[in-house]
């Protein structure tokens, strides 16, 4: 019970940052089973050199690494009822 709320911080960090590594693993099964998506899309935009498509990825793929972070901070709160921000 008391061990639980401690063993959840690692967890939280872990999880957080497994989320923008499911978009890495998206982009590399649509290029092997020739998918068609964000990750095919993605391959094509960079090996046709379309600039504006390959930064508009790049910061989505940015913004979803954010926000997962931030909400693992705010998970961490909750988990922890310790953790406080000012």
Known sequence: K???RNSLIPL???L???IPGLVQGAI???AVFAYSGLGRLYI???TSLDFPL???FLML???LVVFSNLLADLLYAV???RIRYS
Do not use: F, Y
Request: aromatic share 0%; net charge negative; glycine share 4%.
């Open 2 to 4: 008391h061990a639980m």
């Open 12 to 14: 939280i960090t872990v």
């Open 16 to 18: 957080a940052l497994t």
């Open 28 to 30: 590399i099964t649509e």
């Open 44 to 46: 094509n935009a960079v």
């Open 54 to 56: 390959t930064m508009g």
């Open 61 to 63: 793929v940015t913004a």
């Open 79 to 81: 988990a922890d009822p």
